[in-house]
């Protein structure tokens, strides 16, 4: 036993002060602002089946951009919120404004939200563009029609056809250094460093093998303590017959 013992004891050894360490950093994970720290090591995250997204939409505003990756808004390459469906995005000079299928943005021009808009109460159709007419004044088309807001967005009316009509905001081919680092960010903000850990302090990184070969180790660990305390007592009776 003592020989079976020795065999168990180097091999789980290294196990141990695995868990150990990702155990206290774990602990202690929120002082160290692991759940902020996102994981950018691309075969980590093509192992975690993050992937690209399908399409980065980017809009040109001012000497700034605004990108749509997935459900993800960017400014630049910094994530700002989430949206669904984008189709448009523009500045009037005070914020930045960016419009999915059923909603407006108002933006401050560092990114941060201001307000959100629900499109249902204006109109039921989806939206379709975003743009700025006569200035400042944004304006959305749906069901081909054309709505134009007040100055504070509290109101909404429907531009007349005979006006001239606003200036829509198109998708432009950002810098390829843009893109890749908007990809990064968008594939990176899945993981985080917390989860990576628990992950790995689990078995649950290395899927069902990783969790079946973690029980192995803890029934080894098992019964490294029932041999040990066995080895002792014999050693502890083999003492007194002397």
């Known amino acids: 036993m003592r020989r079976l013992h020795r065999s168990f004891g180097a091999g789980a050894a290294i196990f141990v002060v695995f868990m150990v360490l990702t155990g206290l950093v774990i602990n202690h994970s929120n002082d160290l602002g692991l759940d902020r720290q996102k994981v950018s090591a691309s075969f980590l995250l093509n192992w975690y089946g993050l992937g690209r997204p399908e399409s980065i939409d980017s809009f040109r505003v001012g000497n700034e951009w605004l990108s749509f990756a997935g459900s993800q808004l960017y400014l630049n390459d910094k994530p700002l919120i989430t949206i669904s469906d984008g189709v448009g995005a523009t500045a009037n000079g005070e914020l930045l404004i960016a419009a999915g299928s059923d909603e407006v943005l108002l933006l401050d021009l560092e990114g941060s939200l201001i307000e959100r808009i629900p499109w249902a109460p204006i ?28 100055a504070d967005f509290l109101k909404w009316r429907l531009l007349e056809e005979t006006t001239p009509g606003p200036n829509w905001s198109l998708p432009e081919s950002a810098p390829d250094d843009l893109q890749q680092e908007i990809t990064q960010s968008y594939r990176g903000e899945g993981l985080n460093l917390e989860r990576l850990l628990l992950d790995l302090h689990s078995g649950r990184f290395f899927g069902s093998v990783g969790v079946l070969v973690y029980d192995v ?22 003492g007194k017959s002397k």
């Open 123 to 150: 109109n039921n159709a989806p939206i379709e563009s975003l743009g700025l007419h006569t200035g400042a004044t944004v304006a959305v088309k749906s069901a081909g029609q054309v709505w134009v807001a007040d």
């Open 217 to 238: 180790l803890a029934l080894a660990l098992g019964f490294l303590s029932i041999s040990g305390l066995v080895l002792w007592f014999r050693s502890r009776r083999n």
